[in-house]
């Protein structure tokens, strides 16, 4: 009879523990899943973006295998269902500008020289004060580089386009 009551209670015991750990447990809600699925998406941008690393810089080319710096945005942005077209002046009309400290991997940075756009990169990493891109540069194809720390890309910055502005 002891041994029935004892097994009845350590039923009864992992039936509770099983019960509260269940009301306990955080609930996804669907702004966890926008969060984990625009993640998701941002990370697959720059996985991808990154597998182009070494392709060769050619004047108007979208690729495969060659790009110009908008047609690898381009090229890699359609991977993912986000359709953005054109130069980088006309890539950065189709966008929100954030602020920079607002950027995340995944977001577009757009490069200014004598008053007009004339460059663009992806976003691939974000640390302290370094924004590390991939772009398509004409003197060294697609690479990832810290534009932060380049003498030649940090003076003509201009704005960061938002990933998410892209999608809506």
Not at 37 to 62: C, M, P
Not at 66 to 87: E, P
């Amino acid at each position: 009879m002891l041994s029935n009551y004892f097994s009845y209670s350590s039923i009864l015991l992992i039936i509770g523990i099983v019960f509260l750990s269940a009301c306990s447990a955080p609930r996804s809600t669907s702004i966890d899943r926008t969060v984990s699925k625009t993640s998701n998406l941002r990370q697959d941008i720059v996985d991808f973006a990154k597998q182009q690393i070494g392709d060769k810089y050619k004047y108007g080319a979208k690729g495969p295998n060659r790009f110009d710096c908008s047609g690898l945005v381009s090229y890699v942005y359609k991977t993912q269902d986000v359709l953005i077209k054109g130069s980088a002046a006309h890539m950065f009309r189709q966008g929100k500008a954030i602020e920079t400290s607002e950027a995340q991997p995944g977001d577009l940075i757009f490069y200014r020289k004598k008053g007009r756009i004339f460059h663009v990169s992806i976003i691939s990493e974000i640390f302290n004060d370094q924004f590390w891109v991939i772009h398509s540069t004409s003197s060294r194809g697609v690479i990832e580089e810290d534009v932060m720390s380049s003498s030649y890309w940090r003076p003509m910055i201009y704005k960061v386009i938002s990933l998410k502005s892209l999608k809506e």
